[in-house]
């Protein structure tokens, strides 16, 4: 909570007093809900399951309120499935996305991966991703690593990953600085016309 109040410090600072001569751009983030498809929640730990669906939506919920883009990141492997238009590859009904979220269909474990992501997110301009779903030690893990390459700020968040292993997904929210729901809600209010260093 520490860096991430002084890394927003920093941000209002820079963009009150426009200091530095680098050009600046307004801060544009979406949530990208990951692979959270009928094949594989029942794989995940029962425990992740019962708080993350509730999070996944509650992020959701914000993202919405700010009326900011929520992308809908699906799984199929070629031969395997699950096959796109099946009931295996829809999201679980109990997550609150719509058909009018776009949606990402990827082939790898990061959603950046030869998929049109990157195009979509620079179409949009967003410059700054959260991250939910499953699994938090497979896609959604490649994903938020990859994002860097791609020049993204990424952010999990904290109760909205799933794993096979509970325990798994405790450590990787505390590896990487996982932010809760009310930070994201704050980082969210905060950021409203905030300009960032390009």
């Not at 949009?124 to 959604?140: A, D, F, P, Q, R």
Request: charged share 20%; hydrophobic share 40%; proline share 4%.
């Amino acid at each position: 909570m520490k860096k991430i109040t002084i890394t927003l410090a920093l941000l209002i600072v820079s963009a009150v007093t426009g200091m530095g001569q680098e050009s600046k751009k307004e801060l544009k983030p979406a949530l990208l809900v990951i692979d959270v498809q009928n094949r594989f929640i029942p794989l995940m730990s029962e425990e992740d399951q019962n708080v993350a669906i509730a999070m996944i939506n509650w992020s959701i919920g914000i993202f919405r309120q700010y009326d900011l883009p929520v992308i809908r990141i699906h799984h199929t492997t070629p031969g395997h499935g699950p096959e796109p238009g099946t009931d295996e590859f829809a999201f679980d009904n109990r997550i609150k996305t719509t058909e009018n979220d776009p949606m990402i269909t990827k082939t790898y474990g990061s959603a950046f991966n030869k998929t049109e992501l990157d195009s979509l997110l620079q179409a949009e301009g967003i410059n700054t991703l959260y991250m939910c779903g499953l699994s938090s030690v497979g896609c959604v893990l490649a994903t938020y690593m990859d994002a860097n390459n791609y020049d993204y700020k990424a952010f999990l968040i904290k109760d909205a990953l799933l794993s096979h292993d509970a325990s798994y997904t405790e450590d990787i929210e505390k590896i990487f600085g996982a932010i809760d729901l009310n930070t994201v809600d704050f980082m969210l209010e905060m950021g409203k016309g905030i300009k960032v260093t390009e």
